[in-house]
């Protein structure tokens, strides 16, 4: 199947999740798909990753967790996908497995519940933070309301690209092989892709192979903003792409700057800049020039811009529905 044969089913699959989302009342009873990679990934860590051991050894060993979950991802993708060909509804099938792997309206929720944290004029910042520590890795109590609000648009922005615009590439390209095998290559790079001591070397292949997987796609993700930008009052497309092409490479992750630095650009704010983890200041670059002091309103303007480029990827998966 081609990118034009998967277009239709890709668009199914973003309305669907657009409008059920992950419900509760599913997950729990069942685990999401997700959580099967984690556990895997987890499993290896526990059985394959040594103390005693050289790191040449554990980048190894690593290496070879990594391949090992993503054949197996790729292989239970192509089953369904071989599958469902022929089999009653078999359209409406694919789009609702995929619709497990985007992140849409899980986000979307995730998100503005950091803003509704703030309603009251005085504003919660407890509940704040306690709802923007569900999103980052980040110390959340070490923020103040601003902080709160900039990590919200932060994670908004760099998780549309891992959570949205990455699934549909890889989708669009290779089906649902191409989908499971991503979202278990991202769920190991969040797992393991750190550099602290007991990863660097055995995640080392997660990070790398999930830079490389998410290259095109965050690029693509900042262009998506930046265009959903042109449609939307006091904002900015001129400056996200400005602010991309300036601000990305500064950023610590290859990818992580582009989306980054288009929201910032595009809202006029400036987000990212140091931030603390584990008690420890880590000195990252800023993205974008405007305000620093982000308000719950700036992350309900972040909300919308991200809805708008959610319809643009839309918008590219009818169009080329209809080839």
């Given at each position: 199947m081609t990118p034009i044969d998967h277009a239709p089913i890709l668009l199914l699959a973003l309305i669907l999740d657009a409008i059920i989302g992950d419900p509760d009342w599913i997950y729990r009873r069942a685990p999401h798909p997700v959580v099967l990679f984690g556990r895997m990934i987890g499993w290896f860590d526990q059985?394959?990753?040594?103390?005693t051991q050289a790191d040449g050894v554990r980048r190894l060993f690593g290496s070879a967790a990594v391949l090992i979950v993503l054949a197996l991802a790729a292989g239970i993708g192509w089953l369904i996908q071989i599958g469902l060909r022929g089999a009653p509804?078999?359209?409406?099938?694919?789009?609702?497995?995929?619709?497990?792997?985007?992140?849409?309206?899980?986000?979307y929720r995730h998100?503005?519940?950091v803003a509704d944290a703030q309603n009251n004029g005085s504003s919660d910042l407890r509940a704040a933070q306690a709802a923007v520590g569900q999103i980052v890795g980040r110390d959340p109590t070490s923020l103040d309301q601003a902080g709160v609000c900039r990590a919200a648009i932060e994670s908004l922005a760099e998780n549309f690209s891992d959570g949205v615009a990455a699934p549909v590439f890889w989708y669009l390209l290779l089906g649902l092989p191409?989908?499971?095998?991503?979202k278990a290559l991202n769920t190991a790079d969040?797992?393991?892709?750190?550099?602290?001591?007991?990863?660097r070397a055995f995640g080392w292949a997660a990070a790398r192979l999930d830079d490389l997987a998410n290259y095109l796609p965050a690029r693509l993700g900042a262009i998506a903003l930046a265009g959903a930008a042109v449609c939307l009052p006091g904002m900015s497309a001129k400056a996200a792409i400005g602010t991309s092409i300036r601000d990305a490479g500064n950023h610590r992750s290859v990818n992580a700057g582009w989306p980054e630095a288009a929201m910032a650009g595009a809202l006029g704010l400036r987000i990212a800049g140091p931030r603390r983890y584990?008690?420890?200041?880590?000195?990252?670059?800023?993205?974008?020039?405007?305000?620093?002091?982000?308000?719950?309103?700036?992350?309900?303007?972040?909300?919308?811009?991200?809805?708008?480029?959610?319809?643009?990827?839309a918008a590219g998966a009818a169009i080329l529905s209809t080839v």
């Open positions: 059985a394959w990753n040594r103390d509804y078999a359209i409406a099938l694919e789009a609702l497995i995929a619709s497990l792997f985007l992140a849409q309206n899980s986000l998100v503005v519940a191409g989908l499971l095998a991503y969040s797992m393991i892709g750190h550099l602290n001591d007991r990863h584990d008690g420890a200041l880590v000195e990252d670059a800023w993205m974008g020039d405007g305000r620093a002091d982000a308000r719950p309103d700036d992350i309900r303007r972040g909300l919308r811009l991200y809805l708008g480029a959610c319809l643009i990827l």
